[in-house]
Structures are given as C-alpha cells and as structure tokens.
C-alpha cells in the first residue's frame, strides 16, 4: 500500500512555522535556515 504524500507547501502554505495538534497534544513543524523540517513538542 503507498501512503498518501503532501507537500511541504501544502502543510506550512508560505509560512515558516505551524503548529500541528495531536491527540491533544501541540508540536511545532518549523523550516530552518537551512532549509529543513524541524518537528518539536
């Protein structure tokens, strides 16, 4: 089964930081300097 796949640019939408919520809990998906995905809690 392939998983399902979203851009980047989906999630973030020109922004350089968001927060994701799971079960009840807020992580923080931010784009470095470098340009890489940094997910912290």
Known sequence: MI???IA???LMQGRR????VHDGSSYR????SNNKLI???
Do not use: F, Q
């Not at 930081?17 to 994701?20: A, D, G, K, S, T």
């Open 17 to 20: 930081e968001i927060v994701i």
């Open 8 to 10: 980047s640019d989906a």
């Open 39 to 41: 997910l912290t809690k």
């Open 29 to 32: 998906l931010r784009i470095t």
């Open 3 to 5: 998983e399902p796949r």
